[in-house]
């Protein structure tokens, strides 16, 4: 049997307004940061951490996301018969071998927590992992969902990513109470999605990393709307507090907000000073472009 997390979750069904007009047709999680679309490096990030079934809800908008994983014959046979060995290897790997993938649709854009409990069926009763792709998060060494399955090794129960967000901002997040147990981990006493400042009981907000337990399905399916009209995934973890642990845990490495421009091109300009092909002449251009501004 096959340890460590075997089934991730992509809630990708919302409708990326922000990126409008960009987004009309083109999926949000198909801009590429860099030359590798936003669900590519999220789907590479569930596959290091062991993942072998992902499980993508989409709707109407997104069945582009399907193509991208899928097997793209003409393109594969002409790279052959012009022997571009490397470029067929690049078009053949957004899938490692082993690695199926699952198309679940949302109906109605009902809330993040809604998206999740579409997936139920196919999640059965193990863990599972969710990744928001827009919620871009790199780290040199360890990925983070991997990052994540270490912890949830330990302490088991539910293990939700976090970090230090601006006080005037909490209102974007599910905001956690809790006690630190170790340096990165909180025990979780409380969290509540989108308070206003005033009325946020700290600055950590959650963001888009969870391992969560099969049974939030059924508390999903008990869950009425809440902040913003949405079925909140937040508001299922709220009441999994009284049941079993739940950890904060502040992960290594960088976040980049992909679900707005800012965040978007600078997780572009850090990518591409990551990457051999631009990051030299891109070290060279950037002081020219930001006295030119
Ligand atoms: P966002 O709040 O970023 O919404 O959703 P959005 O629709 O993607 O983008 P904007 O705000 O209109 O620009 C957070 C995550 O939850 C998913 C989104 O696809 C995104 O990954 N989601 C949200 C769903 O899958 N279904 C929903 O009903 C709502």
Redesign the pocket.
Known sequence: MKLGLRKVV??????????LPA?KVVP??LLPIVDRPLIQWAVDEAVAAGADTLIF?I?RNKRAIADHFDVAYELEDTLVRREKHELLQVARSVLPAGVETVYVV?Q?????G??VLCARSVVGDDDFGVI???DFIFDRNTPALAQMVQVQARVGGCVVAVEPVEPQLTSRYGIIDGKATEEQLIRVSSIVEKPKPEEAPSNLGVV?RYILPARVFELLAETTPGAGG?IQLTDAIAALIAEQPVHGYRFNGRRFDC??KLGFVEATVAMALEDPDTAASLRQSLPGLLSAS
């Open positions: 992509f809630p990708v069904a919302g409708l990326g307004t922000r990126f987004t949000k999680e809800v709707n949302q109605q854009a009902l809330g993040l809604h998206a928001l792709p827009d888009g949405e679900g707005n």
